[in-house]
């Protein structure tokens, strides 16, 4: 039996994966098309992969492996498909997945994609980011009184406890929801969880388009700091196993509705730092209590996501604003960490962050090509000097 420091550790980094993101999925999915049903279904079949695929990879392979749903992932989706069939999302998912497991069981590709710029990706991810977190201050015309709120939670959660920010600032958001009478109706629906399958279309444009953009922003927002946060605590995991691991629970999700499931990197310092109470070769047992976690919100999840829907719009744009100024911090730091990629960041962002829709394709797309386009000619010029 865990110590009660190894069981308190996994509900907390559970609690904060689930309570200070949920709002984001639930708005991407509605903002994706998809029916408060295909929504419940959605957020089952990503908190049942997060429990499946993280219980067995932590059995297997003896360490703590923490997993989480794409949170940059989902802010991609709900800026860049919209007006897509349901059909076509799910298939843009499943896309996703298989260029996980293709990654992990290819070494050769892996270090093809090492050759990519941290900077360009970042940038993307940036541009992503920003219509969110500028959407929770535009929220302010509506309801300003919450968003100051909430806004103050938050700055003192992330100079007091940064861990619980989110969660804080997601029980103000109810609290205060709740004291002002200002809850919706909650649309029907299941109470337990329900997995609604769906047949993928695979839409070529929508593929390099969105399903690229959401591999390569999983991977570096997600599942190489995951990697990182492992290494920083002792560990030394091959990336193949983890990456065919969650490409395999994010492929199994995806006709249900779940976008990406992914190694989790700040809720896994949680799990893996000596807070636990437990000897490091000991430690993959938090990762299996965590998983346990999952699976119980995964039995709520349809009721939690009404729960949300019956918030008020200012309430979840502030909640989700307020979930991705970390996210949106961090990329912008390392976009421009590197002097002799500036440039190129710098057009990444703004072309991914303006919402440009060319040909079918989406602004992160042609974010990356910008990027790609002025390293391709500078170096070009270089040589011809």
Not at 45 to 60: K, N, P, Q, T
Request: include cysteine; hydrophobic fraction near 60%; charge should be positive.
């Amino acid at each position: 039996m865990p110590p009660l420091a190894a069981l308190s550790s996994a509900l907390i980094a559970a609690l904060v994966g689930f309570g200070g993101t949920v709002a984001l999925v639930v708005q991407a999915m509605r903002m994706l098309g998809a029916t408060v049903a295909q929504t419940g279904s959605a957020v089952t079949a990503l908190c049942l992969g997060i429990a499946l695929a993280g219980a067995v990879l932590s059995f297997r392979l003896r360490i703590p492996v923490v997993l989480a749903w794409s949170t940059p992932g989902a802010a991609l989706l709900a800026a860049s498909a919209p007006g897509l069939s349901w059909t076509i999302v799910t298939g843009i998912f499943l896309s996703a997945g298989l260029m996980t497991i293709v990654l992990g069981c290819i070494p050769a590709l892996g270090r093809l994609v090492e050759r990519i710029p941290p900077a360009i990706a970042s940038a993307m991810l940036a541009g992503v980011l920003l219509p969110f977190c500028l959407e929770l201050f535009r929220a302010a015309r509506v309801d300003p009184l919450i968003v100051l709120l909430l806004l103050a939670l938050f700055v003192i959660g992330r100079s007091r406890f940064p861990n619980h920010a989110l969660v804080l600032v997601l029980a103000a958001g109810f609290g205060a929801t709740l004291a002002r009478g200002d809850f919706a109706a909650m649309p029907s629906g299941a109470t337990l969880g329900t997995l609604a399958l769906v047949t993928p279309t695979f839409d070529i444009r929508a593929i390099v388009s969105i399903a690229i953009p959401l591999f390569l922003v999983t991977l570096v927002s997600q599942n190489l700091p995951g990697l990182l946060v492992l290494r920083a605590a002792g560990y030394e995991p091959k990336a193949g196993p983890l990456l065919v691991g969650t490409g395999i629970a994010s492929v199994v999700a995806a006709p249900f509705g779940g976008h990406a499931i992914n190694l989790a990197a700040i809720t896994a310092t949680i799990c893996t730092g000596d807070d636990t109470q437990l000897e490091r070769d000991r430690r993959w047992a938090v990762g299996v209590v965590y998983a346990a976690i999952y699976l119980l919100l995964a039995l709520f999840a349809p009721l939690l996501v009404r729960l949300f829907l019956a918030l008020p719009s200012p309430v979840i744009a502030t909640l989700t604003g307020l979930a991705l100024v970390s996210s949106l911090t961090a990329a912008l730091d390392a976009a421009l960490a590197s002097r002799n990629h500036r440039d190129p960041a710098m057009l990444t962002f703004l072309a991914t962050a303006s919402g440009l829709t060319v040909f079918g394709l989406g602004s992160a797309f042609w974010g990356l090509m910008a990027g790609f386009g002025t390293l391709a000619l500078r170096r070009a010029l270089n040589r011809s000097v």
